[in-house]
């Protein structure tokens, strides 16, 4: 199915693009020339691309000339059509007296020269309050587009660590852009226009990535990662960029005083640690990112006015609370959300602390997405059963049951069905998914289920009990969030939980009737990180690989098993079953991994890795470009710069470098880095407030600065102790370590 031509889409953004260039020129921030100029290189290239295109395809139309590129060359030929159209309109509205006068030849033109009217400079009042604002903004805008790119384009870290690199990248361009401008602009003026930007954009993008998303990419597909690049570029350089000249500016308006640069940094990190706080503790669990965005939009207005006074901006702040409340009443995130979702109502989206929950229906049947992945689907009767009989039949009388995730897919109907269970441990990270599925899908009332809030790990280093049967419904260990529940720690960890000749099970995508170098990959450290705890593991092929781990014997005759068993079961018995082929599926899995001798552990986390290159190479991408592009970013720059430029340039490396650390890190070790980046980003900023307080209160020379570099060089090589200690500590100990760790790493001069 082809690609539908872009005409919304590109209309859409050619005109919010042209928006932000006419008020930046009306500001002051570029020069009108600039603006005028920067359009009409954009009509002159869109019409040149069309026209070439054009002449092409006319080509081979007349000589019927067998081209493989017709297709994408007329799909192209039409998109750049439509943004030579629609540049072509604004080109034409912006000079629509122009046109008028040729019909006029009485009538002079009326000049007015620009430069010959000197804009007064706007005095900005409680200065302070607009530079913890800039922080309080830039940090809140950046947590939550985070989580908003995550979900709508079902991102994991590897995406996110880009999402936040693109973010840092920008925001470094943009300062040192504003560094460089000229001293004629109106900083008032420019303040104000940038504030408002930053608080109407990301409301625009959000809004835009969803209603476009299956429009630019058809539904369903993988998005290719230069894709997702430029996507980052669209949605992520306005913002970034206008967040830099933010401080710029707010550093041009300190520069009379001694330590201007110094104190708008300090205020800076301190507003940024409000939002960090503000956006971990409040935002996310109480709004959506829509309301969370206007409330931040509606926190500029009301600085602005207390500081300028303008009836424009208390007659703006009220026409935008008048939105939010409207919100709480008009399901305006569903109706966004319901764009992600063809040919299913969204019947509920709800942003929780762990990620968004969206309840979609079609056809009498509920599907339910975690952060735009889709978790599961009721009705689904094959994979409830699997998931939970494949592992039940291997033992005799199970009483004592753990189920970490998957419980109100069906599964705990399913552990009902063996009148000897006792008790079933039911371990769910989000405890409100529960109480949103609850009004869909009927929760079992059964006295026998006991419901534990929390993360996995951390409840089987607290709980003494133990089991017969482990059943993990976690998905593909395809990010540090699930792959935290395949490695050698954790499965050490859960045997010490365990009867002997107990049986756990835990399930990956079906590697079908080939199987690839990284799907084998994948399993086999899989396999062998089992197979080093337990004595016999095997793989049950289905709609999933089951692997199934025992120090017992395990028999995969499901089929004879099913008939022992007083069970009655829709699809796996006696009578769907096929033992010969399951016993033969399963022999050619394992002969084709056996190879693989892998182990999965926290420290080095394979299958992610394995996942990420079996997701490049389907788009026929040589990985090597993803890792040669960023290092080229980071080099380049260098040889342009001057010793002590060079010296801050690899101090920002190194402190973000060791922030995503930070962030990767808190993802193995408690797997809900999504809610908790807020409060990461939150402590950190507030390293670098304290930092820069320290900093303003001493005579700097070149000791500080070397001396700040050693630490943070000596805090990167002693980083792995941490890991040591994480297997010694457990609970929130080790959470507040690091905390504290990055609240003191950056306190430089």
């Given at each position: 199915?082809?690609?539908p031509y ?7 953004l050619i005109l919010?693009?042209?928006?932000i ?7 002051g921030?570029?020069s009108?020339?600039?603006h005028k100029?920067?359009w009409?290189?954009i009509l002159?290239?869109a019409?040149?691309?069309a026209?070439?295109l ?11 000339l ?18 030579l159209?629609v540049?072509?309109?604004?080109h034409l ?9 040729i019909?006029r ?7 007015q020269n620009?430069?010959a009217?000197?804009?007064k400079k706007?005095g ?11 922080g309080?903004a830039a940090t809140?805008v950046q ?7 995550s979900t709508?384009f079902q991102g994991?870290?590897l995406l ?9 990248l ?5 300062a040192?852009l ?8 109106n900083?008032?003026?420019a303040?104000?226009t ?12 959000i ?15 993988l ?9 980052l ?6 913002v970034?960029?206008?967040s830099g000249y ?7 308006m300190?520069?009379?005083?001694k330590?201007?640069y ?8 301190i ?8 956006a971990?503790?409040?935002?996310i669990?109480?709004f ?5 965005l ?8 009301v600085?602005l ?6 009836r ?8 935008v609370?008048?939105?939010i409340?409207t919100?709480?009443f008009v399901p ?5 959300k319901s ?10 989206s ?5 990620g ?5 229906s079609?056809a ?5 997405y975690e952060?735009g ?5 009721t009705?689904?009767v094959i994979?409830r059963?699997e ?9 005799d ?6 189920l970490?995730?998957g ?16 008790k079933i441990?039911?371990?769910e990270?989000n405890?409100q998914?529960?109480r949103?599925?609850?009004d869909?899908?009927p929760f079992?009332?059964n ?5 534990i ?7 089987l280093q607290r709980?003494n009990s133990?089991?017969?049967i ?7 260990p395809?990010?540090?969030q699930?792959?935290?529940?395949y490695?050698h ?5 859960l045997?010490s939980?365990?009867?002997n000749g107990?049986v756990?099970?835990?399930s990956h995508?079906p590697a079908?009737n080939y199987?690839?170098?990284e799907?084998?990959k994948?399993?086999?450290t899989?396999?062998?990180?089992l ?5 016999n593991v095997?793989i049950?092929?289905?709609?999933n690989?089951y692997?199934l781990?025992?120090d017992?014997?395990i028999?995969?005759q499901?089929a004879?098993?099913a ?5 009655e079961?829709?699809y796996?018995?006696?009578y769907?079953?096929?033992?010969p ?10 002969h ?12 080095k ?9 079996k997701?490049l190479?389907?788009f026929n991408?040589r990985?090597?470009?993803?890792l040669v592009l960023?290092?080229l970013?980071?080099?380049?720059p260098v040889f ?8 801050i340039f690899?101090t920002?490396?190194?402190?973000s ?5 930070l962030?990767?890190?808190?993802q193995?070790f408690?797997?809900y880095v999504y ?9 950190f ?9 320290y900093g ?9 600065f070397?001396l700040a ?5 000596a805090?990167a090589?002693?980083?792995?102790i ?5 297997e010694t500590i457990s609970?929130?100990?080790?959470q507040?370590?690091?905390?504290y ?5 950056p306190?430089q001069?």
């Open positions: 199915m082809n690609n872009l005409i919304i889409p590109l209309s859409t919010v693009l042209y928006l260039s006419h008020f930046l020129s009306r500001s921030i570029i009108r020339t600039v100029r920067t009409n290189v002159l290239f019409f040149l691309v026209a070439v054009g002449i092409l395809l006319a080509i081979q139309i007349n000589y019927k067998e081209w493989t590129f017709v297709e994408a060359a007329l799909k192209w030929h039409v998109n750049f059509g439509i943004a159209s540049v072509a309109i604004l509205v912006r000079h629509f007296d122009y046109y008028l006068d019909f030849p009485g009538k002079k033109n009326q000049v620009s430069s009217r000197k804009e706007a900005i009042k409680n200065l302070k309050w607009v530079v913890l604002l800039s309080f809140v947590v939550l587009m985070i989580r908003e790119i709508v994991n870290e996110m660590g880009w999402t936040i690199g693109a973010w840092m920008f925001t470094g361009t943009g040192l504003g560094r460089k401008q000229n001293n004629d602009v900083t008032g003026k303040l104000q940038v504030l408002v930007l930053i608080g109407i954009l990301p409301i625009c993008f809004i835009l990535m969803n209603l476009f998303r299956n429009t630019i990419f058809p539904p369903g597909i998005i290719n990662p230069a894709h997702f690049l430029l996507i570029i669209i949605i992520l350089s306005p970034g960029l206008l933010l401080f710029a500016l707010l550093v041009r300190y520069q009379r005083e330590s201007g110094v104190k708008v940094y300090a205020l800076e990190a507003g940024s640690l409000a939002g960090g706080l503000v971990s503790l409040i935002f669990y109480w959506s990112i829509l309301q969370s206007l409330m931040v939009f509606l926190f500029i207005l600085v006015f207390f500081a300028e006074h303008k424009i901006q208390l007659i703006s702040g009220i026409g609370i008048l939105i409340i919100s709480f305006f995130d569903q109706y966004i764009f992600l979702f063809i040919n299913q109502e969204v019947v509920q709800k942003e929780t602390y762990y968004n929950v969206v309840i979609t079609n009498d049947q509920y599907n339910i952060n992945s889709l978790s599961f689907t009705d689904n994979i059963e998931y939970v009989h494949y592992a039940m039949f291997q033992k009388n199970p009483e004592n049951i753990l970490i995730g419980g109100i897919s069906g599964s705990l109907s399913e552990i009902l069905k063996y009148p000897s269970v006792k441990d039911y371990v990270l405890p998914l529960i949103i599925v609850s869909y899908i079992p009332d006295p026998k289920i006991n419901v809030y929390g993360d996995g790990r951390r409840f709980t133990r089991y017969d482990a059943i993990l419904a976690i998905p593909d395809s990010s540090l699930t792959n935290r529940f490695t720690e954790f499965i050490t960890l045997k939980r365990l009867n107990s756990i099970m835990l995508t079908g199987v690839d170098s799907s084998a994948i399993e086999g899989i396999f062998n990180t197979k080093d705890t337990f004595r095997k049950i092929p289905g709609e690989d692997f781990a025992s017992s014997l028999n995969i499901i004879a098993l008939s022992s068993k007083p069970i079961n829709t796996v018995n006696q769907y079953m096929d033992d082929s399951i016993i033969e599926r399963s022999q050619y899995i394992e084709n991994i056996l190879e693989q001798n892998i182990l999965n552990s926290d420290k986390p394979l299958p992610v890795f394995y996942h990420t290159l997701f190479s389907q991408q990985s090597i470009f993803y960023p290092i970013i980071l080099v380049l342009f710069m001057r010793s002590v430029s060079v010296g690899v920002g490396f190194t402190g470098a060791i922030e995503l650390m962030i990767f890190s808190f193995t408690y797997g809610s908790a980046i807020g409060l990461i980003i939150a402590v900023m507030g390293g670098l407030a304290l930092g820069s307080i303003s209160r001493i005579q700097i020379n070149r000791k500080h070397l570099q050693f630490l943070l060089l805090y090589l002693l980083f792995p941490f890991w040591e200690l994480q609970g929130g100990f080790f507040l370590l690091i905390f760790s990055i609240s003191y790493l306190l001069p």
